[in-house]
């Protein structure tokens, strides 16, 4: 659920040594500083992201990163180990699949064969950083490193609804063979275009 794999922050050694530019002592929100807290759902896909300091603790963040979403499992890490978080999806009917810390007295159970499947959130990770001005980290500020991650975000939302709808046409069209192949091709490209445009509007 987050990710605290840190970049060093590169900069240009021309730039470092110019007489003309003095480096700021302000601290920088990007490189070592920089720590990506995200919520999945049950496919990978990516429904909120969080960008805090790397001292910030992964499970301060934990409820919320799922306040207001819909949760009947929650899989993540020892990290989100806490208290306050069990007892938070006991209070919304869910059930938390979290492996205990290892300095609990009492260790509490978890579906050991669901939480195979948190690596649905490393394979967003793995996704998100395709893009490179998120794997490099070079944004300057918070609100510009968010926009990078909002709009990576939106890049596979828009392949996702893509794929799908493209699988239902195929469908459809395999069982209708009243056009040609050119002719079904043509409104296959048209009728995609327009349902991911009706659905980003619904959504």
Known sequence: MADDRCFPLQSSPSCLRSKGRKRSNREDKRGFNTKIHITVDAHGMPLRTLVT????????????????????????????????????????EAQAVIPPKRNRKKKREYDKAFY??????????LKLKQFRGIATRYAKSVSCFVGAIHLASIVLWLRCLFNLCRHALNVVVSSKNR?????????QNCTICSCIIVLFVVQ
Request: glycine share 2%; charged share 25%; net charge negative.
């Open 53 to 92: 300091e790397t001292a910030r603790a992964d499970c301060k963040m934990a409820i919320v990163l799922i306040e207001g979403i819909p949760v009947e499992h929650l899989m993540a890490d020892r990290a989100y180990d806490t208290n306050a978080l069990v007892e938070y999806l006991h209070q919304h």
């Open 116 to 125: 195979e499947y948190r690596h649905l959130v490393e394979n967003t990770f």
């Open 179 to 187: 056009y040609n192949s050119y002719s079904d091709n043509k409104i």
